[in-house]
């Protein structure tokens, strides 16, 4: 899909990619405590006993942050595993109150899948790549730590504690930057269909380790590079540019890469090294002695499996099939609000192509200069339909719809109504057209003549006069057809 290559003095260099992905689980609740997870609350106000570790507590597993872990699997059409087993992390970090983080390392919640990307907007099926994601584990967030408080103390926020993550693994399947953000955007929209995550980036509710590295065609797997909590799409490529291109110039220049953990400083445009990559033994994995076995029966599968809305790639398809175009099907389908809006709108009963065209033209621009997002648009899917019905059946000019459109936008009102107060009708009357034509004429005789003479390109200039002449309520039809017919008496 991609042929990506670094350029270096000695040839070229493939770059491999994987990203362990860090979701936010959409709960009321934390993993294993009764703890709020509502975002921006003061410091240290959302913090039960379990999560600030006092002795004697004991974690209860949240069923609804298990129950978006399997769906979100479902998505992605992996293995879901009925056995599955929590296990203990064990390292100190002044954020980590239990010196341990509960993840689940040996026998995950969700095994093998897939995502498919493509770079081709206008041809998604033809282009796309398969990324495989290796698992989907379920652990604690650890909490927070606050630097700006005091000049020589460091604080520690714990509302994050033991908020639930999704560690959604991939394979190394990504060759290039461009591949990567795809796989993260695409990632993030089967998220917020699914509901099991906001996909907030800003927020920190869904955040990325970038693994790099780099190759000769046809070498092994080099060694690769983490590159810890890019919050951004847009920094995961540049993380990975970077990167990739660090690594190539130290192997030329005859040094080695360390496994290694490292930092993207975002103002820079830069990662560097923040520690040693750890392995797994490292972290002393073992069973969580406090914890049962998750088992999962069929019941619970049935009714998550039944709980899944249409997703992303089947919507396009079927939008596709309504004739809509594969480029604005793919538009409309990257984020959940806008293909609910739409889908609203095919419910009105406007034409597929008609709603697209209208929705990636007129309605992206308008929530774009106003700073909005479907979910919030002044303009309900309802009063846009009957905004297009009055342009179907002729009330209205394409033109004259986008002057109604835009006093919608500030009023809230309906289009029939603002049509009707502003006396916005579009008119298809022969009498008054004629009289505007002749009188544009008369002042423009010289122009009348050499459109006469053969300047055929002057009809678009007697359109716009007449046009402007008429307030643009004039029918556009019917004055093609009136010009055309007085323009050819002489």
Known sequence: MSDYRIQGATGEWEVVIGLEVHAQVTSNAKLFSGSSTT??????????????????????????????????????????????????????????????????????LVGEGAIDISLDEKNPDASGKRIGVERIHVE??????????????????????????????????????????AYLRKLRSILRYVGSCDGNMEEGSMRADVNVSVRKAGEPLGIRTETKNVNSVRFVMAAIEHEANRQVDVLESGGRIIQETRLFDPDKGVTRSMRSKEDAHDYRYFPDPDLLPLVLDDAFLDACRASLPELPDAKRRRYEAAGVTAYNATVLTAEVESARWFDGLLEAGVAALQAANWTTSELFGALNRMG?????????????????????????????????????????????????????????????????????????????????????????????????????????????????AMLDQG
Not at 151 to 166: E, I, Q
């Open 372 to 484: 909005r997002g479907f979910a919030d648009s002044p303009v309900s899917p309802v009063q846009a339909a009957e905004l297009l019905a009055l342009v179907a059946d002729g009330t209205l000019s394409n033109s004259l719809a986008k002057q109604v459109f835009e006093i919608m936008l500030d009023t809230g009102d309906g289009a029939a109504k603002v049509v009707d107060d502003r006396g916005l009708k579009q008119t298809s009357d022969t009498g008054a057209i004629d009289a505007a034509i002749a009188a544009i004429m008369t002042a423009n005789a010289d122009k009348v003549a050499d459109y006469r003479g053969g300047k055929d390109k002057l009809f678009g200039f007697f359109v716009g006069q007449t046009m402007k002449a008429m307030a643009g309520k004039a029918n556009p039809g019917v004055v093609n057809e009136r010009l055309k």
């Open 39 to 108: 975002f921006g609350a003061e410091p240290n106000t959302q913090v039960s006993l379990v999560d600030a570790a006092m002795p004697g507590m004991l974690p209860v597993p949240n069923a609804e942050c298990i129950r978006q872990a399997v769906r979100t699997g479902m998505a992605i059409d992996a293995q879901i595993n009925t056995w599955s087993r929590f296990d203990r992390k064990n390292y100190f970090y002044a954020d980590l109150p239990q010196g341990y983080q509960i993840s689940q390392l040996y026998h995950p």
């Open 140 to 181: 604690q967030d650890a909490g927070k730590l606050m630097h700006d408080q005091h000049p020589t103390r460091s604080y520690v926020d714990l509302n994050r504690s033991g908020v639930a993550l999704m560690e959604i693994v991939s394979r190394p399947d990504m060759a290039s930057p461009a591949e990567a953000g």
